[in-house]
């Protein structure tokens, strides 16, 4: 059955919406710096409480999912590929910051979307 773009990204949206557990290793924010030619992503601690909400682990206030937010991150990672980011991420650290294979697929996913934006000069907006 062949399908067609329209399909694939039917799919894909489908899937954005359902529910993944937050990572208690943290989360990322990543994007692009177009004059050096990298893939950055900005990794930042949380805690979980008992609801499922990412909290700030100073203030235990919930983190929002839009806008902007006043917070220090604890690492910049830095790569020309995908799979240099990766490898800086899950196997130069000692203590890898993700901690669910989920979150790592999908960070591996958001690398190469961010890398194909990068090499073809399109906007990147991660998911």
């Given at each position: 059955m062949e399908r067609t773009l329209e399909d694939l990204t039917a799919i894909d949206d489908k899937l954005s919406k359902r529910h993944i557990?937050?990572?208690p290793g943290g989360y990322f924010i990543i994007y692009l710096d177009r004059e050096a030619g990298l893939i950055c992503a900005k990794h930042y601690t949380n805690a979980i409480d008992d609801r499922g909400l990412a909290?700030?682990?100073?203030?235990?206030?919930?983190?929002?999912?839009?806008?902007?937010?006043?917070?220090?991150?604890?690492?910049?990672?830095?790569?020309?590929?995908?799979?240099?980011?990766?490898?800086?991420?899950?196997?130069q650290e000692q203590t890898c910051p993700v901690t669910y294979l989920d979150h790592?697929?999908?960070?591996?996913?958001?690398?190469?979307?961010?890398?194909?934006a990068l090499v073809n000069g399109q906007e990147y907006v991660q998911d």
């Open positions: 557990d937050l990572d909290v700030d682990p100073e203030t235990g206030k919930p983190i929002p999912a839009r806008g902007k937010v006043q917070r220090t991150s604890t690492t910049l990672y830095r790569g020309r590929t995908a799979k240099e980011i990766c490898v800086e991420i899950f196997e790592a697929a999908y960070l591996g996913r958001e690398f190469v979307r961010a890398e194909i």
